[in-house]
C-alpha cells in the first residue's frame, strides 16, 4: 500500500477543483444569508446516542455507516453522518427556541461522514450546505426553503435538476396510514430482511430500488391517499406557493427519504446526468425531532444539499464556474538586488489588493517565466539590474505578449487601474 493514499471512499479536494468547490458552496449558502438564516457551526463529532436517537435507530445510516467510536475517556462518539440533529442540539442548548424570535433560521457548511460502500457520487467523506427552520410551522417557510435551494443550483448554472416532492402525514394520520401499509406488505413474498423492515420502517420498503420489489408494490397504499385533512391543507398550500414562485415540481407519492423524522413535507433534487447516485440534495419538515432528542415541541423544516454530487452535476452539464484566477500579477526578479526591491512590490500590491505572486527559488528568466503563465497571471512585472538602475520594470501583459517600461514608483498604481 502506498503511503500516499487517501483513505478507501475519501478524495483530496486541490487546486483548481477545489477552488470550484468553494465556488459551489459559497453559491449554495448565498441564498439562505440573504433570507435571514444565521451561520451555525457545530463540532464534527456528537454522542452516538443524539444521532441514535434524532436520526433514528432503525436507519442504515445508524446501523450501518456510522463512524462511532469510545474515547480514551469512555465517551461513546460518532463522527456526523448528517447535520439536523447536531443543529438542533446546539440551538436548544443555546436556547436559541427562548429569546422569542422564532423560527430560528441557521445554515451550515461541512464534512459528514458514512461507512457507505464508494462509488462515484458516494464517499465516505462528503461535503453538504444545510439550512435548518426550527420552531414553526408555516407552509410558507417550506417554501422559502425549497425555493432558497432552487435559486442556489440556477445560480451555479444547473438547469436539468428536477424537484420530487411528497407529504408523509403527522403523527394523526401517519400511524393509522403505516398500520395499512404493514398490512399490505405482510401478504408480499419478501425475503427476510425486508420483512424485518415491515415492523421497524415499513416507509422505507417503498424506497425499495429492486425492481422485483417494486413490481409487487404496485396497489400498496399510498400516503397521499391517508392524508389527515390538515396535512392535505398544508401540503396544498406548499404546492400553491411553490407553483406562485415558479418553481416545478414533481408529486412522487413513493418519496420516503432515509430518515425516521421526517414529517409532511418531504422533498428530494435529483440530477438525471449522475447515474444511480441522483440525489443533489434532499429535505423536509421534522416536527418531532426536538422532542425525540429530549427537547420541548419545536415543528421545524430543513435541507442538506450535497457539494460534492452538485460539483458532479456541474460537470455533467459541461457548467464552468467563473473562478477568478488566483494570481493576477506575477513577479519575476532577475539578480539579488532586483529580488529585494521586487519582493517589496509584491507585498505593496498585496496590500493594495491585487493578488500577486513572486518566482521563488531563484529561477533563471526562462523558468520563471513558465511558471508565470502557469499562474494564470494577466500581467508579469519583470526586472533585472539593468531595468532597476533605469529606475523602471518591464510590465508585461501576458494574454497580448506585449511588454513596456514603467517606472518603479509608478508601477502599484498603474497595476490598480488596470485590474481592481
Ligand atoms: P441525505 O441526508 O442522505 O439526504 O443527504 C443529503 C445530500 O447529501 C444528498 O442528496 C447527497 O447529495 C449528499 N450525500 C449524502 N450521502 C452522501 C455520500 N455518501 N457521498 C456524497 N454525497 C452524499
Redesign the pocket.
Known amino acids: 500500500m502506498s503511503t500516499f493514499k487517501a483513505p478507501k471512499g475519501t478524495y483530496d479536494l486541490i487546486p483548481p477543483v477545489s477552488e470550484t468547490f468553494l465556488a459551489v458552496r459559497e453559491a449554495l449558502a448565498a441564498p439562505l444569508r440573504r433570507a435571514g438564516y444565521g451561520y451555525v457551526e457545530t463540532p464534527g463529532f456528537e454522542s452516538v446516542e443524539l444521532f441514535a436517537r434524532g436520526v433514528g435507530e432503525s436507519t442504515d445510516i445508524v446501523t450501518k455507516e456510522m463512524y462511532a467510536f469510545t474515547t480514551k475517556g469512555g465517551d461513546e462518539l460518532a463522527l456526523r453522518p ?1 447535520g439536523t440533529a447536531s443543529v438542533l442540539r446546539a440551538a436548544l442548548e443555546a436556547n436559541l427556541h427562548k429569546a422569542g424570535n422564532l423560527p430560528v433560521k441557521l445554515w451550515y457548511s461541512g464534512s459528514y461522514y ?1 461507512y ?1 460502500r464508494p462509488q462515484k ?4 467523506h ?1 461535503s ?1 450546505v444545510g439550512a435548518e427552520a426550527i420552531g414553526a410551522e408555516d407552509p410558507a417557510l417550506d417554501a422559502e426553503l425549497i425555493i432558497l435551494a432552487v435559486d442556489a443550483y440556477k445560480s451555479l448554472g444547473l438547469r436539468t435538476f428536477r424537484l420530487l416532492l411528497n407529504s408523509l402525514g403527522d403523527k394523526e394520520c401517519r400511524p393509522v396510514y403505516r398500520a395499512a401499509l404493514q398490512d399490505f406488505l405482510r401478504g408480499l413474498d419478501l425475503d427476510d430482511d425486508t420483512r424485518r423492515r415491515i415492523d421497524i420502517n415499513p416507509l422505507r420498503v417503498l424506497d425499495d430500488k429492486r425492481e422485483a420489489v417494486q413490481k409487487q408494490l404496485t396497489g400498496a397504499p399510498m400516503m397521499r391517499d391517508h392524508l389527515c385533512e390538515a396535512c392535505k391543507t398544508y401540503h396544498e398550500q406548499v404546492r400553491e406557493l411553490l407553483t406562485a414562485a415558479g418553481v416545478e415540481f414533481e408529486d412522487d407519492p413513493k418519496l420516503v ?3 425516521d423524522y421526517y414529517t409532511r413535507t418531504t422533498f ?1 433534487f435529483v440530477h438525471d446526468g449522475l447515474g444511480s447516485q441522483s ?4 429535505g423536509g419538515r421534522y416536527d418531532g425531532l426536538s422532542e425525540m432528542i429530549g427537547g420541548p415541541e419545536l415543528p421545524s423544516v430543513g435541507w ?3 457539494v ?2 452538485t460539483v458532479l452535476a456541474l460537470e455533467a452539464e459541461g457548467v464552468e464556474l467563473h473562478v477568478p484566477a488566483s494570481t493576477q500579477v506575477f513577479t519575476v526578479a532577475l539578480g539579488e538586488e532586483a529580488r529585494r526591491t521586487l519582493f517589496g512590490v509584491v507585498t505593496e500590491l498585496r496590500r493594495a489588493g491585487v493578488p500577486t505572486d513572486f518566482a521563488f527559488g531563484g529561477k533563471g528568466l526562462k523558468n520563471a517565466m513558465k511558471s508565470a503563465n502557469r499562474s494564470g497571471a494577466r500581467y508579469a512585472i519583470v526586472a533585472g539590474e539593468r531595468d532597476l538602475a533605469e529606475g523602471g520594470v518591464q510590465l508585461k501583459d501576458l494574454q497580448s505578449g506585449e511588454q513596456a517600461p514603467v517606472a518603479l514608483g509608478e508601477i502599484v498604481a498603474e497595476l490598480r487601474r488596470k485590474l481592481v
Open positions: 448528517e458514512r457507505e457520487g458516494r464517499y465516505r462528503f453538504q427519504r432515509g430518515l428530494e440525489a443533489v440534495g434532499g442538506a444539499l450535497g460534492d454530487r
